[in-house]
């Protein structure tokens, strides 16, 4: 008995022990600390307490030692027929941040008649490049899987994400039907999306405009942590990560919506130059005077949604 009792004292730490506690050095409020110094009239866009909206909050999509994915749906209370989706994916260096950061966007989405979603995935606390590409593709099957019960139309589904989000979803974006990303896949449901808004997302981590790459010889960049290398070391892999360099025939309609740093743009331009030989639609919106985490705060709020719901609506809901 005594045995038994070491044996599951063992097993149950070391199950603990495989838990992986997320990194909280990115959040809203600390954010808003360091802008407000510099733009003392901006203010934290919250949540709305009530709205033409229901929200279906902590399910479940995956699960892994290291803990498990959860997902939140907001969607219109009282719609009657299939509507589009738009997942929703956090930024924070891909190492930090949480899908609650997406909340108050997703609720504005939801109430002009989207379906929203927002989702965790791996940081590179947890895993490394591609586990949350494989983590955001998983949701789409999700979603998939579940449509009929939030009245989704599978075929119009868009990503967007918010500077490392940014990042991911524009890969995502240029990556429909590319086996090396369909991996781990928790349905046989699809990964295709027919939309991306990047949000000051990198589209390519080597590129000159890009400041990904440290210049510090003793610290790393928040890019090779979650690569797993730095770039002179694996030129190949930074490459991969990279939207632009999948860029093509495959590629879905993608608006931009950018600060007024440059850094945050890298690739952009590029991109689409590579998809606009093939019509391929896209949308360049760079908001002036802009810090990098705009989309968090007023005044900028409002406009990132009306940016975000045009885009979206020509899409999805042209006129007749």
């Known amino acids: 008995m005594k045995r038994l009792v070491i044996f599951l004292l063992f097993f149950y730490t070391s199950t603990q022990a495989q838990k992986i506690l997320p990194d909280t050095s990115f959040s809203v409020y600390t954010t808003y600390l360091k802008e407000h110094k510099k733009r003392p009239y901006i203010s934290i866009a919250q949540p709305l307490v009530k709205g033409d909206f229901k929200i279906k909050s902590n399910m479940v999509y995956a699960k892994y030692p290291t803990g498990d994915l959860s997902l939140d749906v907001i969607y ?64 789409i099957r999700w979603i998939k899987a579940n449509a009929s019960k939030f009245n989704i139309d599978t075929n119009k589904i868009a990503i967007t994400g918010f500077s490392a989000g940014g990042q991911l979803a524009a890969l995502i ?74 860029a093509g025939k495959q590629t879905v309609p993608m608006l931009f919506i950018n600060s007024s740093l440059p850094r945050f743009h890298a690739g952009r331009d590029d991109l689409i130059a590579k998809i606009k030989p093939f019509g391929i639609y896209s949308e360049i919106h760079t908001l002036p005077d802009t810090p990098h985490p705009f989309w968090l705060f007023n005044p900028w709020f409002e406009q990132v949604h009306t940016l975000m719901i045009n885009f979206l609506d020509k899409q999805f809901k042209p006129l007749n």
């Open 173 to 246: 974006g240029t990556t429909n039907n590319d086996p090396q990303f369909e991996k781990e896949k928790i349905n046989k449901h699809s990964s295709n999306v027919q939309a991306v808004i990047d949000v000051d997302g990198v589209l390519a981590f080597d590129h000159p405009e890009s400041a990904e790459v440290s210049t510090d010889p003793n610290r790393k960049s928040v890019a090779a942590i979650w690569l797993g290398a730095d770039l002179k070391q694996a030129p190949e892999l930074w490459h991969n990560a990279s939207a632009l360099y999948h």
């Open 76 to 139: 219109p209370k009282h719609n009657r027929k299939p509507l589009p989706a738009v997942l929703f994916v956090f930024g924070g260096g891909w190492r930090s941040g949480h899908r609650s950061q997406n909340i108050p966007l997703a609720q504005k989405i939801a109430q002009s008649g989207y379906v929203s979603i927002t989702a965790d995935y791996r940081l590179s606390t947890h895993a490394q490049f591609p586990a949350a590409v494989y983590d955001l593709k998983n949701t």
